[in-house]
């Protein structure tokens, strides 16, 4: 199986600081067949279910800011948030697609607040 | 704007079969895409439960896969969730969502907590 690791588990940015999570794979999860990683990024903010930001591991959901940005290949995977806003605080999930067999994995989320 | 509604009991005993449905408006299952199920205990992280194809076809997490079942009904725009044999460990928020393979999961179901208790 594949699995999805974290880091840090927590994380305090001031606001209009940089934020940064970190995601490890177990396996890499760059497809050669179309060259992208099948590698997602979810915000979920408390009593809401997760929120879809980023897929192919830097590809912005749309209406996702652009203060949002994902990068990595492979087996390690980056999600930043340039400029941190109040309305970030959340958990953030990495998840990974394999696709046979047709599994998807998630990292264990990374708190983000405010210091 | 697509939508997804999860119902069904928010209290099962132990040893007996969770049952939810998720209602989808706003598109219809008929025209693609897989719809999954996805849990969360209270408190914990996301583990996929398992996905459907509008066809029938299923995939399941190998973990879960001996206790569950999932199911659609193209005609009322549907699909379920039964996981048998639950014990307190299933306690979670059980979200529906639209499956897009590696693209992620886009829409979500606002999640119902199941308890498992006696």
């Known amino acids: 199986d594949i699995v999805m690791t974290q880091s840090p588990d927590s994380l305090a940015v001031s606001l209009g600081e940089r934020a940064t999570i970190n995601c490890k794979s177990s396996?890499?999860?760059?497809?050669?067949?179309?060259?992208?990683?099948?590698l997602a990024w979810y915000q979920q903010k408390p009593g809401q279910p997760p929120k879809l930001l980023i897929y192919?591991?830097?590809t912005r959901e749309s209406g996702v800011p652009d203060r949002f940005s994902g990068s990595g290949s492979g087996t390690d995977f980056t999600l930043t948030i340039s400029s941190l806003q109040a309305e970030d605080v959340a958990v953030y999930y990495c998840?990974?697609?394999?696709?046979?067999?047709?599994?998807?994995?998630f990292g264990q989320g990374t708190k983000l607040e405010i210091k | 704007q697509v939508q997804l509604q999860e119902s069904g009991p928010g209290l099962v005993k132990p040893s007996e079969t969770l049952s939810l449905t998720c209602a989808v408006s706003?598109?219809?299952?008929?025209?693609?895409?897989?719809w999954g199920w996805i849990r969360q205990p209270p408190g914990k992280g996301l583990e996929w439960i398992g996905s459907?194809?509008?066809?029938?076809?299923?995939y399941y997490n190998p973990s879960l896969k001996s206790r569950v079942t999932i199911s659609v009904d193209t005609s009322k725009n549907q699909f379920s969730l039964k996981l048998s044999s639950v014990t307190a460990a299933d306690t979670a928020v059980y979200y529906c969502?639209?499956?897009?393979?590696?693209?992620?999961?886009?829409?979500w179901g606002q999640g119902t907590l199941v308890t498992v208790s006696s």
């Open positions: 396996q890499s999860v760059l497809y050669s067949s179309n060259n992208k990683n099948y």
């Open positions: 459907i194809y509008h066809s029938g076809s299923t």
């Open positions: 706003g598109y219809s299952i008929s025209s693609g895409y897989y």
């Open positions: 998840q990974q697609y394999y696709s046979t067999p047709h599994m998807y994995t």
């Open positions: 192919w591991a830097s």
């Open positions: 969502a639209r499956d897009l393979l590696q693209l992620g999961f886009d829409y």
